[in-house]
């Protein structure tokens, strides 16, 4: 007699399983060359005078063994001031001091070894945009980033923060730059569409 459905099926259960396993532990241990193109980036970064109008930093958070996840690195920019900010209460006039700051580029590691990377823009207390963050781009492995990928997504974090400052003129390129990384990311397509639907109703007839 041949295997039964529930032999079968537990069979497809179990490889899918260690093959799952063995994934994740590859890409755990693959994970600190991530952490080594990070720094390697972060370190160019820190050689250029941009220190000059903002500081940047640098987090990791890595889990130990080495085949323990989650994992995360982050490189966030530090505060900016904007300047004073005047209002008037029930005890008279308060004074504050008015910045921006919350950027920053996050390298995320799941328990299944998928790593995913989040562009965060500016907030201040005058200015934000609409979105929370952005899905950058999303590797099935850390096998597969190499340091060119690094480079490219740091760019574009430094990019993103050029486009979501309450400082700088936000071009149409800037507002283009966040509307494609927008479509892409799959948490605001459904957004977009609601709103798209909503607007076709307005012009309706």
Known sequence: MGRSKIQESANK????????????????????????????CFAELQNHDIHRINRYYLNIDRTF????????????AGYRKLGMDKQMDSTGEKTTMMTEGKAAIVFTQHYSGRVMILLYPYKSESYEVNEKRLIYKTFDTATDI????VKKALAAFLRYSKATSCITQNTWSDFFFRFRFRLKDWTYRKTLWNRAKELIQLVKP
């Open 65 to 76: 063994p080495v085949d323990t996840l989650p994992n995360h690195i982050q490189i966030h």
């Open 13 to 40: 259960y179990v490889k899918a399983i260690e093959r799952g396993e063995r994934t994740r532990f590859v890409s755990a241990v693959a994970w600190l060359n991530v952490i080594q193109y990070v720094e390697k």
């Open 146 to 149: 190499s340091l060119e990928d």
